[in-house]
């Protein structure tokens, strides 16, 4: 394929046409993703999260610049929401980035979810693949930032940065479950506005309630609009990937994302044939016989995937 040949040369505007094709599943895009996975050479896969308004997009771009002083080429993944009503995203991350768009050893997209509930796009494996290809060093995955249902990024990322602001509320009770469990690496962005000590003393205390880490998570603070405190957080993430790779756990993260990625695929193709199987107003009418006790979702399970197993 003359794009993929492109892309090994380091080409951007294959790079960019490649993901489109991804993300769009335009034909032949499988084929595509099969080959890539034979040139990957094991970039490294920074998520970036935490609740909207934490400052993610700033952070993000202060850490592109970081990593640009030390000769690194970097990707950046940034997912928006998309309109449940119009598939539109916004796309305000590449807007904040502009700046470094025009640097040739930073390549920028942003990506719609698409309604994907964890807050990360279905094509987003892909285009780590395509960027992993085209030579980054480096691939930033920056997250919706939609509570909960955020951990997606830890089946995606190498190490997960939790972005943290002061101003959630009395305490950081709210969103200890499920999202507070998934950082590898703190950081109380905003740290100029008032609260953002005792925050940090609250994601400390937080931390050390769990006795038995492998790898503490380490704490720091930052102003992503000065930049003060980058090179700390870049430090953390530093730190951490040493763990991963001195303990070897980094193959674990990597057998643990490929099985994530294998159950999707399968996932995916299912929810396809499904939906050549049974046409919407035949489900319709399905659904209504559940509501009405006709039928139980269990017998309408075994009957779709007799049809699929044919």
């Given at each position: 394929?003359?794009?993929?040949?492109?892309?090994?040369?380091?080409?951007?505007?294959?790079?960019?046409?490649?993901?489109?094709?991804?993300?769009?599943?335009?034909?032949?895009?499988?084929?595509?993703?099969?080959?890539?996975?034979?040139?990957?050479?094991?970039?490294?896969?920074?998520?970036?999260?935490?609740?909207?308004?934490?400052?993610?997009?700033?952070?993000?771009?202060?850490?592109?610049?970081?990593?640009?002083?030390?000769?690194?080429?970097?990707?950046?993944?940034?997912?928006?929401?998309?309109?449940?009503?119009?598939?539109?995203?916004?796309?305000?991350?590449?807007?904040?980035?502009?700046?470094?768009?025009?640097?040739?050893?930073?390549?920028?997209?942003?990506?719609?979810?698409?309604?994907?509930?964890?807050?990360?796009?279905?094509?987003?494996?892909?285009?780590?693949?395509?960027?992993?290809?085209?030579?980054?060093?480096?691939?930033?995955?920056?997250?919706?930032?939609?509570?909960?249902?955020?951990?997606?990024?830890?089946?995606?990322?190498?190490?997960?940065?939790?972005?943290?602001?002061?101003?959630?509320?009395?305490?950081?009770?709210?969103?200890?479950?499920?999202?507070?469990?998934?950082?590898?690496?703190?950081?109380?962005?905003?740290?100029?506005?008032?609260?953002?000590?005792?925050?940090?003393?609250?994601?400390?205390?937080?931390?050390?309630?769990?006795?038995?880490?492998?790898?503490?998570?380490p704490v720091s603070m930052a102003i992503g609009e000065t930049g003060e405190g980058i090179a700390e957080l870049f430090d953390n993430i530093e730190l951490h990937r040493a763990y991963l790779e001195t303990s070897e756990e980094i193959i674990s993260k990597k057998i643990n994302r490929n099985k994530a990625?294998?159950?999707?695929?399968?996932?995916?193709?299912?929810?396809?044939?499904?939906?050549?199987?049974?046409?919407?107003?035949?489900?319709?009418?399905?659904?209504?016989?559940?509501?009405?006790?006709?039928?139980d979702p269990y017998s309408v399970a075994e009957k779709i995937l007799s049809k699929i197993l044919l």
């Amino acid at each position: 394929m003359e794009l993929l040949e492109r892309l090994l040369k380091g080409e951007k505007t294959a790079c960019a046409r490649l993901i489109s094709i991804v993300e769009n599943e335009s034909p032949g895009y499988v084929e595509l993703l099969k080959e890539l996975h034979k040139h990957t050479k094991g970039a490294y896969v920074i998520g970036i999260t935490g609740p909207p308004g934490a400052g993610k997009s700033t952070l993000t771009d202060k850490l592109i610049k970081k990593l640009r002083e030390k000769g690194k080429k970097v990707g950046v993944i940034a997912i928006d929401p998309t309109s449940p009503f119009t598939k539109g995203a916004i796309l305000g991350d590449r807007i904040r980035m502009v700046d470094l768009s025009v640097d040739k050893d930073v390549f920028i997209r942003s990506m719609g979810t698409r309604g994907h509930l964890g807050g990360l796009s279905r094509a987003t494996q892909g285009a780590i693949k395509i960027l992993d290809v085209y030579g980054c060093d480096y691939i930033i995955v920056e997250t919706v930032g939609v509570g909960q249902s955020e951990v997606d990024i830890v089946k995606t990322a190498d190490t997960v940065v939790m972005v943290m602001v002061p101003g959630l509320g009395d305490d950081i009770q709210a969103i200890k479950a499920g999202v507070m469990e998934i950082g590898d690496v703190f950081v109380v962005n905003k740290s100029d506005k008032d609260g953002a000590k005792k925050t940090f003393r609250e994601v400390e205390i937080m931390l050390d309630f769990k006795k038995d880490w492998k790898f503490r998570p380490p704490v720091s603070m930052a102003i992503g609009e000065t930049g003060e405190g980058i090179a700390e957080l870049f430090d953390n993430i530093e730190l951490h990937r040493a763990y991963l790779e001195t303990s070897e756990e980094i193959i674990s993260k990597k057998i643990n994302r490929n099985k994530a990625e294998i159950k999707e695929i399968v996932h995916d193709n299912i929810e396809k044939k499904i939906s050549l199987l049974i046409s919407e107003d035949s489900m319709s009418k399905i659904l209504m016989d559940t509501v009405n006790n006709e039928i139980d979702p269990y017998s309408v399970a075994e009957k779709i995937l007799s049809k699929i197993l044919l």
